[in-house]
């Protein structure tokens, strides 16, 4: 455990799907302090995934239809009002706990809407981003440059936005698109990002939704490229309050 690093109100949300076997060590794992509310979304599990979240400390919220983004909707739904901004990561222990520490501290600088834990530039693990991962996040994030100058290397499920600038974002995928979608109206409205290296490791136990199995890639990687073009063609409101300036990467 770590001290505390901010007495703001932040909070963690925590999407999970049949992850009884990783996600009480992922919540005993996260550096003390940093969050007020930490919500572990149970997204129509069939494990015992609520009942150890919950003994471990975790605020339990359950969502029975499925989706990554449906998921994070929901935990969103339970944020208290005074709560500042909020972070994400995963359930199956690939995202390591303690890089939240490095991902609010840079976000305590009070400059950025998004702050991103980048795997690509973190070094993973061997073996933890497959081929066809990588081929994704390099055709997505080129996609982002060019259409918006947004200089991201990765799609990755770490990250920490502001309440102001996630209300301003309006997300409303219900499933693999939720990252993408975060990131591209991110770009488009001008928002100030920053990026930093974070670690990335094979899951613990259990396959991944999306990358264990090649349809699964293929169906993830097709909705991810049009959550790209819808984001570019749909309007975006860019006069609600929030600052814009040029893209900033580690």
């Not at 102001?164 to 993408?180: C, E, M, P, Q, T």
């Amino acid at each position: 455990m770590t001290s505390a690093i901010s007495p703001t109100r932040y909070a963690l949300v925590i999407p999970a799907l049949n992850e009884a076997e990783s996600i009480g060590r992922v919540l005993e794992q996260i550096p003390h302090g940093l969050f007020s509310q930490v919500i572990v979304v149970d997204n129509g599990s069939e494990d015992c995934t609520a009942e150890v979240a919950r003994a471990a400390g975790g605020w339990v919220v359950r969502e029975p239809r499925r989706g990554y983004g449906q998921a994070c909707l929901a935990g969103l739904a339970q944020l208290h009002p005074e709560t500042s901004a909020v972070a994400f990561m995963d359930a199956d222990l690939s995202d390591d706990p303690g890089d939240l520490a490095g991902i609010v501290q840079v976000f305590d600088e009070g400059r950025w809407d998004l702050v991103l834990g980048s795997r690509v530039l973190g070094n993973p693990q061997p073996g933890s981003l497959t081929p066809l991962q990588r081929f994704g996040n390099w055709i997505s994030t080129a996609l982002i440059r060019w259409l918006w100058q947004m200089p991201f290397t990765d799609l990755g499920p770490m990250r920490m936005v502001s309440r102001h600038a996630l209300d301003s974002l309006r997300l409303s995928d219900r499933d693999f698109g939720w990252n993408v979608e975060m990131q591209a109206k991110a770009a488009r409205l001008g928002m100030r990002v920053r990026e930093i290296p974070v670690s990335y490791r094979q899951r613990a136990s259990g396959r991944s939704k999306i990358s264990g199995a090649l349809g699964g890639s293929v169906r993830a990687g097709l909705k991810i490229l049009w959550t790209i073009y819808r984001c570019w063609h749909i309007r975006l409101d860019v006069e609600d309050g929030v600052p814009t300036s040029a893209a900033h990467k580690l």
